[in-house]
């Protein structure tokens, strides 16, 4: 028989029992079954959401370690039926916070993506079948066919196509100010945009500088 650690499994408990406490909030949402794309913010006038990128798990790359749980604790948690981490909250904490989390993820499995891909992907995650017993070997949960795979023992949910999977990707991350960011499109990372005008305006100083001198070494001839 495999021996049991008792203080790792009551420590868990203790973990999943405080989590469960803390998302559930005022009118008595339960944030551990509730999809995060029903809860987002939008604006009264136009009704699009206030921000442009919101934070999704590929749960099936995921390894279950917690840390985006455990750091970020107003955004992800860890659902029971995988032990997978999941968003309950966009952006439920800090910008800084939400980044920490996702740099800490040993296999760079939560992505940013827009909110109709946000939607898509936990309305497509509804009833999904994850093999746990391949949770590092995640491609052996592929089968053929569409993206749910039922009426067999053995059929498990295909992984979701996610925009962040198609191409090469640094953490997902558009602070770090990729020019061909995946989440904003070429050109127009926000962070890019800064640094682009950064480097107009002290061009533009050079510039200057260059054409005052030239014109101070003219006036001494």
Known sequence: EIAVDETLETA???????QQDAYLEEDDIDYTTVESHTQVELDPDTGEPIRTQMVYVDEHACIGCTNCAMIAQSTFFMEDDYGRARVFNQWGDDDETIQIAIETCPVDCIHYVPFGELKRLEEGR???TINFKA???????????????????????APQQISGNMGSRC????????????????GKNPEFEKREQE???KAERRRLEKERASQNKSADL
Not at 12 to 18: C, K, N
Not at 135 to 157: D, I, K, P
Not at 171 to 186: A, F, K, T
């Open 199 to 201: 480097r107009k305006a």
């Open 171 to 186: 953490n997902n991350c558009p602070s770090r100010g990729c020019q061909n960011c995946p989440m904003y499109g070429v």
């Open 12 to 18: 868990d408990e203790v973990m999943v029992q405080f």
């Open 135 to 157: 949770r590092l070997v995640n491609q052996g949960e592929y089968t053929s066919g569409g993206s749910h795979m039922t009426g067999a023992a053995n059929a498990f949910s």
């Open 126 to 128: 509804r009833g999904q």
